[in-house]
C-alpha cells in the first residue's frame, strides 16, 4: 500500500513537472516567432530604404548643373527614357540585382501629378508588401521648373 502511494506521488509530480515543462516551452517559442517577425519585418523596411537610396542616387537619373549634383533630386526628362528603357527585359534583367523585387514609382504632388513607375517587377505570387516613400525634387530641364514629389518604393516578401 506505501509503495502504491509513493509511486502515486511520484507520478503526480513528473505530470505537473511536464505540464510546466509544455507551458514554458508554449510561451519561449511563441515570444521566437514574434522575436523573428519583426526582425524579418525590420529588414524588409532596411531594404526598401537601401532601395530607395540607390534609386535617388542613380546616375541615370540625377539632376547635375555643371557638374553639381543635387540631393535628392531626378530630373523628369531622364526618368521618362529611363523608365521606357526598362521596358526592355534583357535591360531589366541587368537591374534586378540592384533593386530585386519590386516596384518603383516618381510621383509629382506639386503643382501637376504626373507619375512615372521607374521600375516594376511584381512576382506572382507575394505575401508581403512594404511602402517607403521619400520626398523628392523632380527638375524640368526643358522648362527649368522644380517640383515636389515623392519616391515610392513598394518591395515584395
Known amino acids: 500500500m506505501r509503495g502504491q502511494i509513493k ?8 505530470v505537473v513537472f511536464f505540464f510546466l515543462l509544455i507551458g514554458g516551452s508554449v510561451f519561449y517559442f511563441g515570444a521566437q516567432t514574434s522575436s523573428l517577425e519583426k526582425d524579418r519585418v525590420e529588414a524588409q523596411e532596411q ?18 548643373f555643371l557638374k553639381t549634383q543635387k540631393e535628392n533630386c531626378v530630373d523628369v526628362l ?15 534583367q541587368s537591374y534586378y540585382e540592384e ?17 512615372f513607375v ?3 517587377n ?6 508581403d508588401a512594404r511602402v517607403t516613400r521619400s520626398p523628392v525634387l523632380v527638375y524640368d530641364s526643358i522648362q527649368d521648373i522644380q517640383r515636389f514629389g ?3 518604393v513598394r518591395v515584395y516578401a
Do not use: W
Not at 7 to 14: A, I, P
Not at 47 to 64: F, G, N
Open 99 to 115: 533593386f530585386g523585387d519590386a516596384t518603383i514609382r516618381i510621383s509629382e504632388i506639386y503643382p501637376e501629378g504626373r507619375s
Open 118 to 120: 521607374l521600375y516594376n
Open 78 to 92: 531622364k526618368v521618362e527614357h529611363f523608365s521606357r528603357l526598362l521596358r526592355n527585359e534583357s535591360v531589366m
Open 122 to 127: 511584381t512576382p506572382a505570387e507575394f505575401r
Open 47 to 64: 531594404e526598401s530604404l537601401q532601395i530607395v537610396l540607390k534609386s535617388l542616387y542613380l546616375p541615370e537619373l540625377d539632376c547635375s
Open 7 to 14: 509511486m502515486f506521488e511520484t507520478v503526480g509530480v513528473l
Open 150 to 152: 515623392v519616391i515610392e
